[in-house]
């Protein structure tokens, strides 16, 4: 299994289908909100070269980066729970995952984040953090107990376009010790955190 060609035409007709719906509603939470192709795919390239076996995903939506993540981590049996307070659009998820034969490498799990990560068993080798901005400072000390010491990932979407709400947050992370961290200008932005011990 490789990311061919065809998965990238169907899941960029997926992402097109997903900003026409976007487009389309006036209230933030209707909108599906998915991370960028640019941002999506550069995740997959990262789960192939870090060889991730077990991913956390906070943060489902529909699921166009979940698709992205799976399908890069089933060319090494890798495996992600996907987390998404919201059950219908854990159902849409679902429905894709199907539609591009990758439910085998994945875990829906609907409900509140912190509940999750607050039971979850360590370690995970990458983490993607894409949810409500406001409850990350709540989530770092779970997160920092479940991430894979030396060569672990964490990585926050839409360090860019929200900055401001972001800010505190990112603040914590690059003063806590043991952690080295990057910004990148692909899609809203990507915060990258790599477990350093």
Same mark, same amino acid.
């Given at each position: 299994?490789?990311?061919?060609?065809?998965?990238?035409?169907?899941?960029?007709?997926?992402?097109?289908?997903?900003?026409?719906?976007?487009?389309?509603? $006036?209230?933030?939470?209707?909108?599906?909100?998915?991370?960028?192709?640019?941002?999506?795919?550069? &995740?997959?390239?990262? +789960?192939?070269?870090?060889?991730?076996?077990?991913?956390?995903?906070?943060?489902?939506?529909?699921?166009?980066?979940?698709?992205?993540? /799976?399908?890069?981590?089933?060319?090494?049996?890798?495996? +992600?729970?996907?987390?998404?307070?919201?059950?219908?659009?854990?159902?849409?998820?679902?429905?894709?995952?199907?539609?591009?034969?990758?439910?085998?490498? +994945?875990?829906?799990? $609907?409900?509140?984040?912190?509940?999750?990560?607050?039971?979850?068993?360590?370690?995970?080798?990458? +983490?993607?953090?894409?949810?409500?901005?406001?409850?990350?400072?709540?989530?770092? !000390?779970?997160?920092?107990?479940?991430?894979? !010491?030396?060569?672990?990932?964490?990585?926050?979407?839409?360090? &860019?376009?929200? /900055?401001?709400?972001?800010?505190?947050?990112? /603040?914590?992370?690059? $003063?806590?010790?043991?952690?080295?961290?990057? $910004?990148?200008?692909?899609?809203?932005?990507?915060?990258?955190?790599?477990?350093?011990?």
């Amino acid at each position: 299994m490789s990311l061919d060609q065809e998965f990238i035409t169907n899941v960029q007709q997926l992402y097109r289908s997903f900003a026409a719906h976007d487009a389309q509603q $006036t209230e933030r939470l209707k909108r599906y909100r998915n991370i960028e192709p640019e941002s999506a795919q550069f &995740i997959a390239m990262l +789960i192939q070269i870090q060889q991730s076996k077990r991913i956390l995903e906070i943060g489902t939506s529909t699921g166009y980066s979940t698709l992205w993540m /799976a399908k890069a981590a089933a060319m090494h049996q890798g495996h +992600i729970s996907s987390l998404e307070i919201d059950p219908k659009r854990t159902a849409q998820a679902k429905q894709h995952a199907e539609r591009f034969g990758l439910t085998e490498y +994945i875990e829906f799990w $609907t409900g509140d984040a912190k509940d999750f990560i607050a039971q979850a068993q360590a370690p995970y080798d990458l +983490i993607l953090l894409d949810a409500e901005r406001d409850a990350y400072l709540e989530y770092w !000390p779970h997160l920092q107990a479940l991430i894979r !010491p030396q060569g672990g990932v964490l990585i926050v979407d839409n360090v &860019i376009s929200h /900055a401001q709400e972001v800010k505190s947050f990112l /603040a914590l992370l690059r $003063t806590t010790p043991g952690y080295l961290s990057t $910004t990148l200008a692909l899609g809203a932005g990507l915060f990258l955190l790599n477990t350093q011990n």
